[in-house]
DNA sequence: AAGCCAACCTGGACGC
DNA sequence: TGCGTCCAGGTTGGCT
């Protein structure tokens, strides 16, 4: 469910509530995510203050003290912030309570979510951050993405899983991948290495503008109401989708039905007219 | 060694 | 109503 502009929104929408607020209580459900939610390091964040919420791709940040938090909301991951009190919703995984009374929780229904506590010092070297490439919210995107791109000259992976490796880049996920490359006209399947530099440009340039846009929109809810903020509200995005799910559905520019396709098992969408090679 | 693909899970939508 | 099938915002490890 969440991609970069999704995760964003979740940290911008925590800041308010949680963040400067000591951790009072910390309770797991004991089932594991993609990996082991650690309650005995968990537990030991208590007493600590919430300092700051950062985020570097997908992933989300958490300062406590000598501690940080690393998290991770996997396809169906949510974070939640609710008044004390509240029942927790089921697949609640992960339950931290603030002083005044708000509790945090993780619910995450699939567990492909990720909910690790490390030493400050060690977020910097573990691995999952480490290996992450680009950061499109940050720095100059364009010229760092573009060069992204050009280092996989050669290459003959299909330019839509390109966009998917989080070493490459890192946010995007498969609505964006395939929202930027409607805006950019490029077709998914296109070997990344045998893009032009200029059609390069031009996809970096669609990245940040798909983005931004949908960062503006509070991100994408699609109809199973999927991703929603830590109050619960949805994101508007979903309406302004040009392909991704849209199969068969006219393209808004030139009305072709849009097709869909499988690459490396995931769907792709484009317009057969707007999206060439 | 790059690049597919199944696997990890639950739940919702759809067809019969 | 129910049951079976397919699909899903992500990542990873194993195979060719």
Redesign the pocket.
């Known amino acids: 469910?969440?991609?970069l502009p999704e995760v964003e929104i979740v940290r911008r929408s925590l800041i308010p509530l949680v963040q400067g607020r000591r951790v009072v209580s910390v309770s797991t459900s004991g089932v594991p995510l993609?990996r082991a939610v650690d309650a005995a390091a968990w537990g030991a964040c208590q007493g600590e203050v919430l300092a700051g919420i950062s985020r570097r791709?997908?992933y989300l940040i958490m300062a406590l003290g000598s501690r940080a938090a690393v998290l991770?909301l996997?396809?169906?991951g949510r974070l939640l912030v609710h008044p004390a009190g509240r029942p927790a919703p089921?697949?609640t995984h992960l339950e931290v309570g603030f002083a005044g009374g708000r509790l945090l929780r993780l619910v995450d229904?699939?567990?492909?979510g990720l909910a690790l506590v490390m030493a400050s010092e060690e977020v910097i070297t573990w691995p999952?951050l480490a290996a992450l490439g680009v950061d499109p919210l940050e720095g100059d995107l364009e010229g760092d993405l573009e060069g992204a791109l050009a280092r996989l000259a050669g290459?003959?992976?299909?330019v839509r899983?390109a966009l998917?490796d989080?070493r490459v880049v890192a946010g995007l996920?498969?609505?964006y991948a395939n929202e930027a490359l409607a805006r950019a006209g490029i077709r998914p399947t296109t070997p990344v290495g045998r893009l032009s530099a200029p059609r390069r440009m031009r996809l970096a340039a669609a990245v940040r503008e798909t983005l931004s846009a949908a960062l503006a929109a509070g991100g994408?809810?699609?109809a199973?109401g999927?991703?929603v903020d830590a109050q619960g509200d949805v994101g508007y995005f979903?309406v302004a989708l040009r392909v991704y799910g849209r199969a068969g559905q006219p393209c808004l520019d030139c009305g072709s039905p849009i097709r869909r396709l499988v690459l490396?098992?995931?769907?792709a969408y484009y317009c057969p007219r707007c999206q060439l090679r």
């Not at 229904?109 to 492909?112: E, G, L, N, S, V």
């Not at 490396?264 to 769907?267: F, I, L």
């Open positions: 469910m969440p991609e993609r791709g997908k991770h996997g396809m169906s089921p697949h229904p699939r567990r492909f999952g290459s003959r992976v299909a899983n998917l989080q996920g498969n609505i994408t809810t699609l199973d999927g991703f979903a490396a098992g995931r769907s």
